[in-house]
């Protein structure tokens, strides 16, 4: 009897808005981000993706079956959710990663608390915690470099290449194999600098130098369009950017998380966001809103219908706290990379969020 | 009021006999433990340095080394010393030996609390095993040129390791230059 | 007769780790390893004996308003004697057990005995709860280490059992990994359970 009738939150208005519809479409605006990432590195991003995607439909289908519940896993949304966790690999990532890290998702993230609108995070960045905890190794290092050969994103290195290789070998070794929030990363860590060469006020140097050229204009257009290296489904914020205009312009998300959360970050990075000595600068929050998987979460994870907050003052809330985590871990955390954290963190705050933005019932007298 | 007086008492005599207990088996075992733990250090110091007698100088409040010299032939053997620097997620203690030139004999990582399977990994004798021979200019790790093979994915634990021994030795040298030079002003 | 069915209701149907969920705290923290759930489980099995025997003869002697204080008092003191003596005679040992040892004070195992069993029940079975439940905790406390220990570090009991290019999944020897281990388990225990009834 329970599963003939759909119980479903107020309003209920009646329009082509089903689950399945809004899933799908969600799919179809990654499609861009997808053919970017086969672009840059081949067919193994495309194979990857479509196994994470195939294990969480074959994992939805099972458990569902196991508990005896209607397997509807027609409605996109574990393809979704295996679709996302394969786009945070790396492109060199072993076959079973997206695999384990599918199932996991589809496992723990979601079917053990009751299936669709029951989780309470993220489901696919569950599963990509569980396997950064689990393999930190494979899922920190190693990254491809594009088929413009662009680990980096810099463009001009010629300027302060040829001499670095000779004075201060570690800095280049350091350029040359670190994706840009890395490279970021490391060169805020001045006790890291002050072991390039003797001399502080070199070091200095070259640290202000590698990030200048990392965050000029040429870099910040290789970060746009792609060519450099991170994980599937991150690389290019063109791509991506196309994807969320199409959502946006259907209605099926809503644009103040994304806004409120990049806004938050750009605001934070444009005064925190260099490093000892850079200063600051408008191509900061630039940098930083293109590089890692900030657009990605922001528009595809953090818009998540069941682990975001339903009120509109929750929502702004909600990316306003995502943009200061995601700063924070970047800036003083231990991870070059702070979004995945940031939204699962906010995902556990939302129930309160809710719990304290939820308007008044008109009448209501407060107790 | 009796009642809970009552309660009192007994709780009390409990408590009274609990603590008789464990003074009576404090005094037994205390003075044995005390014993044990300095064998301990002893013998660690010994593994490093066979056959010495140590000599304790004090650095610092928080950091004294050894001076080994031969127990036969009051020669200079070497130095021992404990450094800690916070790691990954605790602070990691490592014990080493050093020959008269600073070269390390060996190193003994005595307490840490790193991630398991990870940072945890430095007291393996995989890793430990390569610190031996090096020169203070030498103790660095391979993700900043040195050659120092760190942990796989625990460069900072690598890293705080052998910045931690090559900083104490630095110490240890200094303190050792300036005191020959009192003594060749004397 | 009772005396048996005492010590092998410990075992599965009133699994003190699976079945009356007492004392997790620690066997999450020490199951990384075989070896510490079995040193962990031994200490245990140990002190939830003494005590049981201590407590099932005070009983009578003891208030009932202040029948916690008094058994908290006993056990801590047990634990201390035990962790003293065991620091001066038997220094290895206590090397490999050092955490687990002031950590039985605070395993709700052995209180939760003491005040569920021990001090309703005679002497005889009292020891034999005090057998079956500490070998029961034992058992459940292997099982969680073993299966993280074999995902974690592809080892047994220190000894690889898994192919070498078996990559550690290092979650499973981390505080998440102790809490999925265990969730799966008592769900599995559950699932039995509700099979034979």
Known sequence: ?367 | ?186 | MRFFSEITKGLIKENPMFVLVLGTCPTLAVSTSVINALGMGAAVTFVLICSNIIISLIKNIVPSSIRIPIYIVVIAAFVSVVDMTMAAFLPDLHKALGIFIPLIVVNCIILGRAEAFASKNNVLYSLADGIGMGLGATLALTIVATIREILGSGTWLGIRVMPNSYEPMLVAILAPGAFFTLGFLMALMNRLKEKRA
């Open chain 1, 1 to 367: 009897m329970k599963d003939k009738v759909l119980v479903s939150p107020a309003p209920h208005i009646h329009d082509a808005t089903n689950i399945p519809n809004v899933m799908w479409n969600v799919v179809l605006a990654l499609v861009p981000a997808l053919i970017a990432s086969v672009y840059y590195w081949g067919f193994r991003a495309l194979f990857l993706s479509l196994l994470g995607a195939i294990t969480a439909v074959c994992t939805e289908a099972l458990i569902q079956y196991l508990r005896k519940v209607p397997i509807r896993v027609s409605d996109g949304s574990a393809f979704l959710t295996g679709l996302l966790l394969a786009f945070n690999l790396n492109v060199n990532a072993p076959w079973w990663m997206p695999v384990v890290g599918a199932a996991f998702a589809i496992t723990i993230g979601k079917q053990v608390f009751g299936g669709l609108g029951n989780n309470p995070v993220n489901p696919a960045l569950l599963g990509r915690a569980f396997l950064l905890a689990s393999w930190p190794t494979l899922m920190t290092g190693g990254w491809e470099a594009t088929r413009f050969g662009s680990v980096n994103g810099i463009s001009n290195l010629s300027l302060i290449s040829d001499q670095l290789q000779t004075i201060a070998p570690k800095a280049h070794a350091l350029v040359t194999s670190a994706t840009p929030l890395n490279i970021a990363h490391t060169l805020r860590d001045t006790s890291f600098v002050n072991t390039f060469t003797q001399s502080p006020a070199l070091n200095t140097d070259i640290a202000n130098k590698i990030f200048i050229s990392l965050t000029d204009g040429s870099t910040l257009q290789n970060l746009f369009w792609g060519n450099v290296a991170g994980c599937i489904g991150e690389v290019s914020v063109f791509a991506l950017l196309l994807g969320a205009a199409w959502l946006l312009w259907k209605n099926i998300i809503e644009w103040r998380i994304p806004l409120f959360y990049l806004g938050t970050v750009a605001v934070l990075t444009f005064i925190f966001g260099g490093i000892p000595g850079s200063g600051t600068s408008f191509s900061l929050p630039i940098f930083h809103l293109f590089s890692g998987g900030l657009i990605l979460g922001a528009f595809f994870m953090a818009t998540d219908y069941t682990t975001t907050p339903l009120t509109k003052k929750g929502r702004i809330i909600f990316g306003i706290g995502c943009g200061v985590l995601t700063v924070v871990i970047r800036m003083v955390g231990g991870y070059p990379e702070g979004v995945s954290y940031s939204i699962l963190l906010m995902n556990v705050f939302t129930p309160l969020i809710d719990m304290v933005t939820m308007p008044k019932a008109f009448g209501k007298v407060k107790k």
């Open chain 2, 1 to 186: 009021m009796k009642y809970y007086l009552q309660l009192g008492v007994i709780l009390m005599v409990f408590c009274v006999i609990a603590t008789g207990i464990l003074a009576y088996v404090n005094s037994v075992t205390e003075p044995k433990i005390e014993t044990l733990k300095a064998e301990e250090a002893v013998k660690s110091r010994e593994e490093l340095i066979p056959g010495c007698d140590f000599e304790e100088v004090k650095l610092r409040d928080d950091f004294s080394y050894f001076i080994a010299t031969d127990r036969e032939t009051k020669e200079l053997k070497g130095y021992t010393f404990t450094s800690q620097k916070k790691g990954y997620g605790s602070t990691i203690k490592t014990m080493a030996g050093l020959d008269p030139e600073f070269r390390v004999i060996g190193i003994k990582i005595i307490d840490q609390s790193e991630t398991p399977g990870l940072g945890a990994n430095c007291t393996k004798e995989s890793f430990t095993s390569q610190f031996a021979g090096k020169t203070p200019e030498q103790l660095v790790v391979d993700k900043d040129g040195g050659p120092i093979k760190s942990l796989s994915g625990a460069t900072i634990t690598s890293r705080a390791i052998a910045s931690s021994l090559k900083e104490e030795i630095e110490a240890i040298k200094a303190d050792l230059d300036k005191k020959q030079e009192q003594e060749v002003a004397e």
